[in-house]
T-cell receptor, first 115, second 111 residues
Framework: ETGVTQTPRHLVMGMTNKKSLKCEQH?????MYWYKQSAKKPLELMFV???????ENNSVPSRFSPECPNSSHLFLHLHTLQPEDSALYLC??????????????FGPGTRLTVL | GQSLEQPSEVTAVEGAIVQINCTYQ??????LSWYQQHDGGAPTFLSY????GLEETGRFSSFLSRSDSYGYLLLQELQMKDSASYFC????????????FGSGTRLLVRP
């Protein structure tokens, strides 16, 4: 248990569906992240939120829409996805302080399959 | 930009020592981190090198040489449970939040 939970753990959706991924952190951290992990590729940073404000958007297609209602919750809304979007989506949180490690705590991920 | 390179796979026997290398091209960064990820699990933080030299945490050690653009993770007294993927990551100077990850090294520990 890392203190970061994600639901659902597995999701299968068609290209015309709309679904949402949820992440919650119980660590009191000030930053939350969405990553995409595909086979044999580096973790790809998608979005970063600091105190509910989006600070990074790594050129992610608009079919992925993040939402951060408070510093403990993070959502990723999905619509009209493509089969190549099938991957493990990981949420992470960290307490960002200048000069510190920025150690990130990851959730277990949502395994997404787009048919 | 930044990129980090790691070997894709490493195999070693139980009880041995293994070194996983990470070479990088980056314009500037705060430090080098290492994460472990078991199959089906979440990445977990292992170590961080802000300065050149060796950092030791139990059976695991991590090394950084900025002049050589190189770092490594050293695992001693290997155990079967160490079979996992290991990722190096850097925090670029132009971001307080971002981590750039390598593609990962899959370590297989054999009896």
């Amino acid at each position: 248990e890392t203190g970061v939970t994600q639901t659902p753990r597995h999701l299968v959706m068609g290209m015309t569906n709309k679904k949402s991924l949820k992440c919650e952190q119980h660590l009191g951290h000030n930053a939350m992240y969405w990553y995409k992990q595909s086979a044999k590729k580096p973790l790809e940073l998608m979005f970063v939120y600091n105190f509910k404000e989006q600070t990074e958007n790594n050129s992610v297609p608009s079919r992925f829409s993040p939402e951060c209602p408070n510093s403990s919750h993070l959502f990723l809304h999905l619509h009209t996805l493509q089969p190549e979007d099938s991957a493990l989506y990981l949420c992470a949180s960290s307490q960002v302080t200048e000069g510190r490690t920025n150690e990130q705590f990851f959730g277990p991920g949502t395994r997404l399959t787009v048919l | 930009g930044q990129s980090l390179e790691q070997p894709s796979e490493v195999t070693a026997v139980e009880g041995a020592i293994v070194q996983i290398n990470c070479t990088y091209q980056t314009s500037g960064f705060y430090g080098l981190s290492w994460y472990q990820q078991h199959d089906g699990g979440a990445p977990t933080f292992l170590s961080y090198n802000a300065l050149d030299g060796l950092e030791e945490t139990g059976r695991f050690s991590s090394f950084l040489s900025r002049s050589d653009s190189y770092g490594y993770l050293l695992l001693q007294e290997l155990q079967m449970k160490d079979s996992a993927s290991y990722f190096c990551a850097v925090r670029p100077e132009d971001s307080s939040y971002k981590l750039i990850f390598g593609s990962g090294t899959r370590l297989l520990v054999r009896p």
